[in-house]
């Protein structure tokens, strides 16, 4: 189980030490890797600024072809198409999936985003099915929260 609290802690604590996103961002993904053994794939993905692609940022697990998702394809580009988090049991099932991993069976598409903009999103694969719940969910929720301040604060 991932201990949210603790993580957000640490991000706050590296934006009071002047951290940036960069670092903000690498770190979280490991965090978020190291909190879980369902976890086996766990990146970021910022959205470019025209709106159209998401470019992958970091992440921790098996290489990936998909480093270049555009909005509207696969579980992670229909995250941004409608604006809201995917939490797919079973991946076989979701229609135009973009297979990372044979062994990949479920997949959670986190937003990160602060009031109407969405930023980017956490991406993690598991090669257990169903091996998400809506507590994970809202886990990675906080952390994605916490990460959407200060990339709303560099953007201005
Ligand atoms: N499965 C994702 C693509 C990203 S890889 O899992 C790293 C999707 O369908 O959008």
Request: aromatic residues 8%.
């Given at each position: 189980?991932?201990?949210?609290?603790?993580?957000?802690?640490?991000?706050?604590?590296?934006r009071?030490?002047g951290?940036?996103?960069?670092?903000?961002?690498?770190?979280?993904?490991?965090?978020?890797?190291?909190?879980?053994?369902?976890?086996d794939w766990v990146?970021?993905?910022?959205?470019?600024?025209?709106?159209?692609?998401?470019?992958?940022?970091?992440?921790?697990?098996?290489?990936?072809?998909?480093?270049?998702?555009?909005?509207?394809?696969?579980?992670?580009?229909?995250?941004?198409?409608?604006?809201?988090?995917?939490?797919v049991?079973?991946?076989?099932?979701?229609?135009?999936?973009?297979?990372?991993?044979?062994?990949?069976?479920s997949?959670?598409v986190?937003?990160?985003?602060?009031?109407?903009?969405?930023?980017?999103?956490f991406?993690?694969?598991?090669?257990?099915?169903?091996?998400?719940s809506?507590?994970?969910?809202?886990?990675?929720?906080?952390?994605?929260?916490?990460?959407?301040?200060?990339?709303?604060?560099?953007?201005?």
């Amino acid at each position: 189980m991932i201990d949210a609290r603790h993580i957000v802690q640490e991000l706050q604590e590296m934006r009071e030490e002047g951290h940036l996103s960069d670092a903000l961002l690498r770190f979280a993904v490991r965090a978020i890797h190291a909190a879980d053994d369902r976890f086996d794939w766990v990146g970021v993905y910022l959205l470019t600024d025209d709106r159209l692609e998401l470019w992958l940022h970091n992440y921790m697990g098996a290489p990936t072809e998909h480093a270049r998702i555009p909005v509207g394809e696969g579980i992670c580009g229909m995250a941004v198409a409608q604006g809201a988090n995917q939490n797919v049991p079973d991946v076989s099932a979701f229609p135009g999936y973009l297979a990372c991993s044979p062994d990949v069976r479920s997949e959670l598409v986190v937003l990160i985003r602060a009031g109407g903009e969405i930023f980017g999103q956490f991406d993690i694969d598991s090669h257990q099915s169903e091996a998400f719940s809506p507590l994970d969910e809202a886990a990675l929720q906080m952390v994605a929260d916490k990460l959407a301040e200060q990339l709303a604060r560099e953007r201005r």
